[in-house]
C-alpha cells in the first residue's frame, strides 16, 4: 500500500494511506542503509493491525525524493505559500521582503497571498499588485468572507504539497482550518501566545487536505536575520533585476550607488517596482553592517 508520511514523533511515523491514518515503524534495512524517512515522504507501507487506534503498519520502501529540505526538515515540497494581510495589519514591505527572501532559500516556486480583501480598498490591492509583478511570485487574493476567494487558492492548492508561511495575525491559521478541518489550528490571540512559547521546539507536520493535497504549516520555519545571506547574494533574491544585471557599467554591481548601475535606473524608470528597489537597499545596507560570524571552526 503506498500512503505520505505527515508525521515523525518518538520513532514511529505517522503514514496517511488509502484515506487512513497507519502509525508505522521503519524496518531495520532504513538504519543499515543509513537512511531516514523524512515528513513528506512518499512510501510503500504493509499494514499489520487494524484494529488498534490508530491502525499500524510498517514502512517498507521510500520512493525516490523530488527535493529535501532542511528547514522546514521535510521532503517532496511542492511549492511555498506566503501569508499576509493586505490589512489590519498593513503590511510592512520591508518584512514582506524578508520573509520572501526567507521562503525563496528553499527554491520552491512561491504564491504570495494577501488575506482580509473584504477590508481593503481597491487602490491597496493595486499597490501589492504593482510592488509584486516582477517579482516571480504567483499573486493571489482572499478573504474568509468569501467562499468563492478561498476556490481560487484551493485550485493552486490541489494535488500538491504546500508549506505556509507567514506572521501571526493575517489569517494563515483561519485558512489551513478551511482546507483542513483536522488542523485544528489555534487562531487569534491564543495562537500568539502558544507560537511564542512554542519557538523552541520546531514541529513539522504535514494536514491531510484532499486527494494527494497536503499542508504544512511552519509557525519557526522564517528567520527574518537571514542569516544565509551575504550581501553578495541578496540581488540574486530579485529576480526583477536580472534582465538589467549585465547592462550595469562594473561587473559584479551591488547596484547601490554605483554609477552606471542599469538596475537603479530600471527601477527609477518603473522597470520594475522602486518600492523593491527600496527593500532591497535597507536590507543591503543592514546586511554590510552586521558584524561577521565567528568563524565556527577556530578554537
Ligand atoms: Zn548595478
Known amino acids: 500500500m503506498y500512503g505520505k508520511i505527515i508525521r515523525s514523533l518518538a520513532g514511529f511515523y505517522d503514514v496517511y494511506a488509502g484515506g487512513a491514518l497507519y502509525r508505522c515503524r521503519a524496518r531495520g534495512v532504513f538504519r543499515a542503509l543509513g537512511v531516514k524517512p523524512l515528513v513528506g515522504d512518499d512510501v510503500e507501507i504493509t ?12 514502512v517498507d520502501k521510500l520512493l525516490p525524493r523530488k527535493n529535501k529540505l532542511l528547514r522546514p526538515n521535510a521532503c517532496n515540497l511542492d511549492q511555498a505559500m506566503l501569508v499576509f494581510a493586505v490589512t489590519a495589519p498593513a503590511p510592512s ?9 526567507s521562503v525563496k532559500e528553499t527554491e520552491l516556486p512561491i504564491i504570495l497571498t494577501f488575506t482580509k480583501t473584504d477590508l481593503a480598498s481597491g487602490e491597496d490591492l493595486d499597490r501589492l499588485r504593482s510592488i509584486y509583478r516582477e517579482s516571480g511570485v504567483t499573486l493571489a487574493f482572499a478573504t474568509s468572507d468569501d467562499p468563492g476567494s478561498y476556490g481560487e487558492i484551493w ?4 494535488g500538491k504539497t504546500t508549506v505556509f508561511a507567514g506572521p501571526s495575525g493575517v489569517g494563515k491559521s483561519t485558512m489551513i482550518n478551511h482546507f483542513c478541518p483536522e488542523a485544528h489550528m489555534e487562531t487569534g490571540e491564543i495562537s500568539r501566545k502558544i507560537e511564542r512559547g512554542k519557538n523552541t521546539t520546531r514541529h513539522v507536520e504535514l494536514f491531510w487536505a484532499g486527494e494527494d493535497t497536503y499542508i504544512m504549516d511552519t509557525p519557526g520555519f522564517t528567520s527574518l536575520y537571514l542569516e544565509e545571506i551575504t550581501p553578495d547574494t541578496l540581488r540574486d533574491y530579485y529576480p526583477e533585476f536580472e534582465p538589467f544585471e549585465e547592462k550595469c557599467r562594473f561587473h559584479g554591481c551591488m547596484h547601490e550607488s554605483e554609477p552606471g548601475c542599469a538596475v537603479r535606473a530600471a527601477a527609477e524608470n518603473g522597470a520594475f517596482s522602486p518600492v523593491r528597489y527600496d527593500t532591497y537597499r535597507e536590507i ?6 552586521r558584524r561577521p560570524a565567528y568563524p565556527k571552526n577556530r578554537q
Open 284 to 289: 543591503l545596507r543592514e546586511l554590510k553592517e
Open 47 to 58: 499494514v499489520t493491525d487494524t484494529v488498534s487506534d490508530p491502525m499500524e503498519g510498517s
Open 155 to 158: 485550485e493552486m492548492l490541489k
Open 93 to 101: 514591505i520591508n518584512m514582506l521582503d524578508r520573509f520572501l527572501i
